[in-house]
């Protein structure tokens, strides 16, 4: 004989179901929910990031800023490279729009970097030695902050003075060239290494391969040609002010401010703005350093990230530090 639920127990299941299908829905939508508010907070972060950057970095109109007499300041901080701040292209429009404004009783490039590329660092070089013979009447002064070696004493080495702090890290008056050699890794890893090239040396100094004493004949001729023109601009700029008894003045070692005034590698000790306020005669300083916008300062950045890989890591970069 068949049994059938009573009907009391029939509508208790009923309402269960009901209970559990409200709860799941409940459960769903909360999740919903949580998901929206997680998507608004994180476009809310975003938003104030931007905000942040923006502020950063704000436009600056120099004609207003700059229609009464004033000390133009440009500013070289960093690694002196075409792809970062201290890029040639950058530095040297802040100069021209410093010499070109015809209230700047004087500039100062304020320098704070450890080198760079020798070719940048020429670049800005040639152009202040351009810059002094276009405007004669403009005093240009260099102002070394905490450190101005190698490659941002090349740039320094142009102006009419050197101003420092007693602490600063100056000179590094040299060229290096960094690589690494993995002829022993790959060895005990079981790797063969396979090379193809059109030209007897087109694969020298690679880091797979035993370095030969030819390729390293080779590159320090180029190393020391380098250095040697490096040599010629800073007594070309310095002239009779550099101590050249000294053995060491272009052996790449560093001094302090102090030490570098007895060298002739710095004329006197001073900040920015006791150049401005003393020597030029105009307290008040205006900034002509180039500026990125934001977008354009993220965009780089992910290029860069993007753009620098194993090349950079396995390859030989030549550089003044």
Known sequence: MESYPHKDEKQTGEWQQSVINKLAFAAVNEQKRARRWGIFFKLLVFIYLAAVLYLYTPDVDLSAAATGKHTALVELKGVIAADKEANADDVVTGLRD?????????????????????????????EIKRLRKEHPDTPFYVVISDICASGGYYVASAADKIYADKASIVGSIGVRMDGFGFVDTIKKLGVERRLLTAGEHKGFLDPFLPARQEDIEQVQELLDDIHQQFIDVV???????????????????????????????????????????????????????????????????????????????????????
């Open 235 to 321: 007594k070309a700029g310095r002239g009779d002010k550099l101590k050249e008894d000294e053995p060491d003045l272009f052996s790449g070692y560093v001094w302090t401010g102090e030490q570098a005034v007895t060298l002739g590698l710095v004329d006197e000790l001073g900040s920015a703005s006791y150049v401005a306020r003393e020597v030029i005669g105009e307290e008040t300083i205006v900034d002509y350093t180039q500026t990125e916008d934001w977008l354009t300062r993220v965009g780089k950045r992910f290029g860069t990230a993007l753009g620098r890989g194993v090349g950079e890591v396995l390859g030989a970069s030549l550089t003044l530090k």
């Open 98 to 126: 410093a010499f070109d404004n015809k209230n700047a009783a004087g500039v100062i490039l304020r320098i704070n970097s450890p080198g760079g590329s020798p070719v940048q660092a020429g670049y800005i070089n040639d």
